[in-house]
């Protein structure tokens, strides 16, 4: 077993932030909920506990408050925010409401810079607040060692007990150092190692999944997507052709996807890959089809039922493999005003064919996207797959508003193909998390040389996000839009006006159907 933090859960919307940063110190760690039983917790024997912020207080009604023998286990503790209020509350310290909500940037002054926490890092810090009830009298045994303007008791440490509270977040990137406090936790204060890597989890997860496939079959449906190709690399190096990769083309992919998917996985990785070319039957399943709804409803039943007839065909398993990741499996803490709440439903299309009886391998299932990326270059996957943006399963039919036509597809192919070139062009693609072309069926006049013209629309849309929960529109730079709407203009027959998108998620979506 991987030494590990496990941090509890108070329903912060940073709680995954942090298990991310304890991991990019090669620290594995895990997400709990707050009220997880310390026998529960010391039979996984971390090396160390890291308590969440959250929204609540600590004397509100249904405030969330962890086992209270939490703090007898002996391992060491660092409490992050409303994580510190709870130590305070139940180690015989005094919470109180803050009178002034502390928010935003602050300057945090270490007064004694013997505090493990703050070790090689200057006496003066920029951090980030979010916090309206404060520490007013320290737990027994504590000493405080950090303030700023607003809180006496910024930080607060039990040196021998190895427990330490912090006001601020140092998860969060407005707390420019704070991946170095969250090291001097980790490191000096539990003495992990550098244990996790991804070149170390290829070796564990190899292991993994042999013990658990035996001499069995595996199946496997590719997209094309990171995931997806992350794990069937991963799955094929441990158990080589006892692996049936699934390719379902339903017509609605990018230019060249259904090629670079075979080149890659067929021709370069030798994975025993089954294409299924299904263009003709999707395209039928969405004549006259506008709404939609209905539209991602369509697709992903004949996905399911292609998949389920493909998986047929290429003879019995007994295992369905997954590109689950972390985040899809972590429990979050129901607190009102979570943003986990706001997930699209429309997202579970064309998930696992219900009927179908297999056992699921998922060998990314404990890890962030950021490792599986790793993972994928670690594995020898191109950079075109580790690194490409997300793409909806429903593909460009989500991308024509209105009726599915092959003449449209093409529009919006064509379109598509310049936005990724130009995008990756100019180094734009890999720094935001989506750039696309949606076709607007909507005609308008134009001129090209002497002929009138009377052709539809394209919309660029570009975004930025962590997550695709929320999401802004990227200001990309006017030379950059000048050459991706001539380009189009020109080239992508059927177009003769280019608009650009500047909503941003709330309140619109990322996808425009
Ligand atoms: P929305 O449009 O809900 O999209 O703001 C959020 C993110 O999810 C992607 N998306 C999908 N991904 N199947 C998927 O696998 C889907 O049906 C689907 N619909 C949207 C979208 O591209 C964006 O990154």
Redesign the pocket.
Known sequence: MNEQIIILDFGSQYTQVIARRVRECNVYSTILSFDTPVAEIAALKPKGLILSGGPASVYAQSAPLPDPLLFELGIPVLAICYGLQIAAFFLGGKVEPGGRREFGKGTLRVKDAGCALFKNLPAELQVWNSHADKVTKLPKGFRSVAETENSRHAAIENRSKKQYGLQFHPEVAHTPRGKEIISNFVHTVCGCGKTWTMRHYVDQAVEEIRAQVGKERVILGLSGGVDSSVAAALIHKAIGSQLTCIFVNNGLLRAREADVVREVFGRHFKIKLQYEDATDLFLKKLVKVTDPERK?KAIGKTFIEVFESAAKRAGKARFLAQGTLYPDIIESVPIAGNPAAMI?S??N??GLPKNMKFELVEPLKRLFKDEVRQLGLELGLPKEIVYRQ?????GLA?RILGEVTPDRLRIVREADAIVVQEMKSSDWYYKI??SFAVLLPVRSVGVMGDERTYDFTIAIRAVDSQD?MT?DWVKLPYDLLERLSSRIINEVKGVNRVCLDISS?PPA???WE
């Not at 997300?390 to 429903?394: A, I, Q, V």
């Open positions: 991602r699209k429309h997202h299309v064309g997300p793409f909806p399963g429903p989500v998390w989506q695709g999401a998620k979506t990322i996808e």
